[in-house]
C-alpha cells in the first residue's frame, strides 16, 4: 500500500544480547530497562507488527530511497522516536487514514511547529471506513517506533518506506518495507537494538 502521510555510532551495532519478547507486554526484559520517562526502546512485542501490514508502501513508484541512514536523516524534517496512539479519519479524504504519534525524543531535525505533542501522519490505505479504522485502533502497537518523516505540502510524510525502523525479535525491522539491500533499510536491520541505532542517527550532522 501507499504511504503519503501526514551518539556516536556504534563500533559494533550488533552488540549486547539479543532482545527478549514480553510475554504479557507489560515488563521489560532484563538489561533493556529505561530510564525514567523513556521508551522501552529494546522490548520487542510479537503482536505489534500486524498493525503496519495496512501501510506497506513498496509498491509506491514516487517513494524515495536512500542509500544510507546520513541521507535519510538529512532528508528528514524530523526524527523522533514515538508510540502511535490513535487512528483517526482524514475530513473529505477518501482512501486515507492519519495515524497519531505521540513523539518522546527527537534524535535529529526539529518537530513541526504546529505538531505540539501529537503529529498526525497520512497514510493511503484501500479502505478508510469506519470498520478499517476500528480494526487499525484495535491493532496500535504498544512498542515505540523509530520515525523519519517531513513536511510535504503543510502535511507531515514519512520520508521513504525505509523510513521506520521498530524492535524485532531479532534485531531492529523495518515494518513498512521488506526491500532494501545496501541502503537504508538495510543498514538499520544491521542493529540488534534499536536503542542503539537512535545512538547511531542522533550523531548524524
Request: charged letters at 25%.
Amino acid at each position: 500500500m501507499l504511504l503519503t502521510m501526514v551518539a556516536a555510532a556504534c563500533a559494533d551495532p550488533g552488540g549486547g544480547p539479543e532482545p527478549t519478547p514480553a510475554a504479557d507486554g507489560s515488563a521489560e526484559p532484563a538489561g533493556t530497562r529505561s530510564a525514567p520517562g523513556e521508551e522501552p526502546l529494546d522490548l520487542h512485542r510479537p503482536g505489534d507488527m500486524g498493525f503496519y501490514t495496512a501501510f506497506k508502501m513498496d509498491d509506491a513508484h514516487s517513494a524515495a530511497r536512500f542509500r544510507d541512514l546520513d541521507e535519510g536523516t538529512r532528508a528528514s524534517t524530523v526524527v523522533a522516536v514515538a508510540r502511535v496512539v490513535d487512528v483517526v479519519a482524514i475530513s473529505g479524504q477518501q482512501g486515507e487514514v492519519g495515524v497519531v504519534l505521540r513523539p518522546t525524543d527527537v534524535v535529529a531535525g526539529a518537530l513541526p511547529p504546529a505538531g505540539g505533542d501529537r503529529l498526525t501522519v497520512v497514510f493511503v490505505v484501500a479502505a478508510s471506513d469506519d470498520e478499517q479504522i476500528a480494526m487499525l485502533r484495535r491493532r496500535l502497537p504498544a512498542q515505540p517506533g523509530l520515525w523519519f518523516l517531513r513536511v510535504d505540502n503543510e502535511t507531515l510524510r514519512p520520508v521513504s518506506p525505509q523510513g521506520l525502523f521498530v524492535q524485532g525479535s531479532q534485531g531492529v525491522e523495518t515494518p513498512l518495507t521488506s526491500e532494501g539491500d545496501g541502503d537504508m533499510a538495510a543498514e538499520g536491520r544491521d542493529y540488534r537494538r534499536l536503542s542503539a541505532l537512535v545512538r547511531q542517527v542522533r550523531g548524524v550532522r
